[in-house]
């Protein structure tokens, strides 16, 4: 049996993954090496009964290796590796979560449950001092104006805390997520302290006010609802939340009373106001396709894809230059960086974890998928140490743990709340 030491490491470098987000930026891959180091150790001391899943993490780790492969023909190599650096995540945690596939008797569906609620409480904490702390300092500053303001001072006010507002939203969406999964297996009597967290977490979704993560979460909401018979007193709960919800968006102060889902259908304001988010999306996306399919097999490499973008930036829209915008959609990212062949490749790994998440009944891993796959139309989530870090360790974490915390039954969040 493994002794104390190396199950003590393990699980604590599991909570600290977990607490991502309290980590200083400078020191985010410290968890993510703590982790790899303590499950070499598990791995070493628990040598019976050895057996691995190299199915999955072929599958899991497949997208790595074709950007690793299009750096060969990248011609900004110094560039390209330290992109490398970012995504070495994205093969850590497959093979971290494949050296600990035997170890049944340490990540157990209680130890998950907890990962997952470490993960809820540390963004609840981060939030909450957060905004206290932009209150407190900044001069002149009001209740008020902190809430307008919030979104941008989460990413430039801590030095060392640094997190893009949109990749904030992502981590409430992905704790909602867990939350609902937790109230599915908690009892009726327990989940108003749930609620109130929840209610707490779409409050500061409002505040935020991104798109992509609240549209993304939206179809997530209504997909579940399909594959889930709801019951009258669900359907009524959900529709009170969804309308304080949208009573937020609409009601809650932003930064010049502007509400970025007005430019969704303003396709006046598109030709008037050049430089909307929209309109620069748009123009991002024009270039990205345009130079895709330049290069439609191979892609330009993974060091390559800024310049190229840039190139035709300069002719399109010199202002694009300025704030050096990446393709904002990760699968156009790809298809710059691989081609045709990096993005199937991609697209097969999605089919494969949805499909296998479906037949191990996990609904958890299939909807966390579907939200990160929903949030990278318009998002390089793997491309940014505050997307891929926790994008890659939770879903490897349920993808090589399928049976854990697997829905016995589809009405299982309805029979605990009604």
């Not at 800024?306 to 704030?323: I, T």
């Amino acid at each position: 049996m493994p002794n104390k030491t190396s199950i003590i490491l393990l699980k604590v470098f599991l909570v600290l993954n977990s607490a991502i987000i309290l980590v200083p930026d400078k020191f985010k891959g410290v968890p993510v090496i703590g982790l790899l180091l303590s499950a070499i150790l598990y791995f070493i001391i628990y040598k019976s009964n050895t057996k691995f899943s190299f199915k999955l993490f072929l599958v899991s780790t497949s997208f790595f290796f074709a950007l690793l492969v299009s750096i060969i023909y990248s011609e900004n190599i110094s560039y390209a590796f330290r992109k490398l650096e970012t995504g070495l995540s994205l093969f850590a945690y497959p093979l971290i979560f494949m050296l600990l596939y035997n170890c049944k008797e340490q990540i157990t569906s209680g130890f998950i449950e907890i990962l997952k609620k470490v993960f809820i409480l540390t963004l609840v904490l981060f939030l909450i001092s957060t905004f206290t702390y932009y209150f407190l300092t900044e001069p002149f500053y009001t209740f008020k104006s902190t809430i307008i303001h919030y979104h941008t001072l989460v990413d430039l006010r801590i030095l060392g805390y640094e997190i893009h507002s949109i990749y904030l939203s992502m981590h409430i969406g992905v704790a909602i997520l867990f939350l609902i999964s937790i109230i599915s297996k908690t009892k009726r009597t327990k989940v108003v302290f749930h609620i109130l967290i929840l209610l707490f977490l779409l409050i500061f979704l409002a505040i935020l006010n991104k798109r992509g993560p609240i549209i993304s979460l939206g179809v997530i909401g209504f997909l579940y609802i399909l594959k889930t018979k709801i019951k009258p007193k669900i359907a009524l709960s959900i529709l009170a939340l969804s309308s304080i919800f949208v009573l937020s968006l609409i009601f809650i102060p932003k930064f010049n009373n502007i509400n970025r889902f007005k430019e969704l259908i303003d396709l006046e304001g598109l030709k008037t106001n050049p430089n909307s988010s929209t309109a620069t999306r748009l123009n991002i996306y024009d270039c990205s396709i345009k130079q895709a399919i330049k290069a439609p097999v191979f892609g330009y490499g993974w060091g390559d894809v800024k310049g190229v973008l840039n190139d035709c930036y300069e002719v399109k829209n010199p202002n694009l230059l300025l704030r050096n915008y990446n393709s904002h959609n990760q699968y156009l990212s790809i298809l710059l960086s691989t081609g045709i062949i990096g993005l199937s490749i991609f697209l097969f790994y999605f089919y494969f974890i949805l499909k296998f998440s479906n037949n191990n009944r996990n609904q958890l891993l299939f909807f966390l998928l579907l939200y990160f796959g929903l949030n990278m139309l318009s998002e390089n989530i793997l491309e940014r140490e505050d997307g891929v870090i926790f994008y890659s360790f939770f879903i490897n974490l349920f993808l090589f743990n399928p049976k854990i915390g697997a829905s016995k039954k589809p009405q299982e969040l309805n029979n605990k709340l009604s």
